[in-house]
């Protein structure tokens, strides 16, 4: 268990409105991760985070933006939510523990249908 | 670039028998680290096995084992003794600095 938590688990909004999906972590770890899963694509990283107020952008990061205020705490909104962002989103936390591979470990995902 | 291929969409096998999964890659880095996930029907990503490119060695955990080939850039995933359990999505994924890239998956069924 790495101590991930996402809120909610399940969402569905109309086209248009601002979404805004939590990832929580217990354990004080650094690097975060946010990415979208889609039939066909596996995973795809959409925004990623390296310490409080430190983000960079992933593969897949238009229409989405990212912030980190505190180390447990890691949001990603949609500002105006459109249907090709219907997808499940996960979180992800780097281990430095589990060195050298620096393993990541995913949260349980959240389902977001933009209707 | 990154990229990992996995080319088989669906795979099945009967419970107690050995089937292999298929992972190539690209990558011009010269550290990386490969890994296979497992996804069953729950959504929850569980890492099953990973290996540093730097070792020759093929790691194993249990009965998930991998045939590492650098030279050709393949990554394999041989699970043996099947049991009704290991039906799910496998991922094989590939990380270098800072990030870890993803394959298609491949959907294992397992026939009783």
């Known amino acids: 268990d790495a101590g991930i938590t996402q809120s909610p688990r399940h969402k569905v909004t109309e086209t248009g409105t601002p979404v805004t999906l939590r990832c929580h972590q217990t354990e004080n770890h650094r690097y975060m991760y946010w990415y979208r899963q889609d039939p066909g694509h596996g995973l795809r990283l959409i925004h990623y985070?390296?310490?409080?107020?430190?983000?960079d952008k992933g593969e897949v990061s238009d229409g989405y933006s990212v912030s980190r205020s505190k180390t447990e705490d890691f949001l990603l909104t949609l500002e105006s939510a459109t249907s090709s962002q219907t997808s499940v989103y996960f979180c992800a936390i780097r281990n430095p523990r589990d060195f050298p591979t620096d393993t990541q470990y995913f949260g349980p995902g959240t389902r977001l249908t933009v209707l | 670039a990154q990229t990992v291929t996995q080319s088989q969409p669906e795979m099945s096998v009967q419970e107690a028998e050995t089937v292999t999964l298929s992972c190539t890659y690209d990558t011009s880095e010269s550290d990386y680290y490969l890994f296979w996930y497992k996804q069953p029907p729950s959504r929850q990503m569980i890492l099953v096995i990973r290996q540093e490119a730097y070792k020759q060695q093929n790691a194993t955990e249990n009965r998930f084992s991998v045939n590492f080939q650098k030279a050709a850039k393949s990554f394999s995933l041989k699970i043996s003794d099947s049991q009704l359990g290991d039906a799910a999505m496998y991922f094989c994924?590939?990380?270098?600095?800072?990030?870890?890239?993803f394959g298609q998956g491949t959907r294992l069924t397992i026939n009783p």
């Open positions: 994924a590939l990380q270098g600095a800072q990030k870890l890239v």
């Open positions: 985070s390296y310490g409080v107020k430190d983000t």
